[in-house]
């Protein structure tokens, strides 16, 4: 079936410092979208990108669809950046969502 | 910021019974879904109302009815509840219908059926 693969699964880091979190995709995609989520939290979208490179404060999302990835660049990381970001595309033409299985994020002060 | 609401957060109930979920969205969006959530990694539409129109209608059980007054509500109702609908219910709400929009989610009902 589809897949999501997003890596790496859980990531510590100190505060100030960068992070790339990385997401592939095992069929073509048109679209996708960025999730962060708190634990009980909402789903929150960061990005939606069908495609190229997305700035949004500290955050950057990089969509290449011809290789089937997607890259979200944390910078100055900070604690409230702490939990769970997640990958999301469409198939069956958006009958359906496929989550990532989620980058678990941790920054300690 | 919350701008899709939903309530109940969760609900326990019996085989059988009757249950309804609310869903209201303050973006100004056309397009409201209903997705079931079985695992982490699916999420599947039940239905999508474009501007109080219903557009997709999956193949759900005929237990499952959506309900929309105007394009800011979607409602969902559960006519008698199976243990198979035990899962997590989400509400979201897109500018618009079309090739995948930006979804934009609610907090999830979590349903229990005993």
């Known amino acids: 079936g589809q897949q999501v693969q997003q890596s790496p699964a859980s990531l510590v880091l100190q505060e100030g410092e960068n992070a790339e979190l990385q997401c592939n995709f095992s069929t073509s995609l048109n679209s996708m979208q960025w999730f962060y989520q708190r634990p009980g939290g909402s789903l929150v979208s960061l990005f939606y990108?069908?495609?190229g490179t997305k700035h949004s404060g500290r955050l950057t999302s990089t969509t290449v669809i011809k290789e089937r990835r997607s890259s979200l660049h944390i910078s100055s990381s900070q604690t409230t950046d702490s939990g769970t970001y997640l990958c999301v595309f469409p198939y069956q033409g958006g009958r359906a969502l496929i989550f990532g299985t989620g980058t678990t994020v941790s920054v300690s002060p | 910021e919350t701008a899709v609401f939903q309530t109940p957060n969760y609900h326990v109930t019996q085989v059988g019974n009757e249950v309804s979920f609310n869903c209201k969205q303050t973006?100004?969006?056309?397009?409201m879904y209903w997705y079931k959530q079985d695992s982490k990694k699916l999420l599947k539409i039940m239905f999508s109302y474009n501007n109080k129109q219903l557009i997709v209608n999956e193949t759900v059980p005929r237990r499952f009815s959506p309900q929309s007054s105007d394009k800011a509500h979607l409602n969902l109702r559960i006519k008698s509840v199976e243990p198979e609908d035990s899962a997590v219910y989400l509400c979201a709400s897109s500018i618009d219908w079309g090739d995948y929009a930006e979804q934009f989610f609610g907090p999830g009902t979590r349903l229990t059926v005993l």
């Open positions: 973006l100004g969006h056309d397009t």
């Open positions: 990108n069908p495609s």
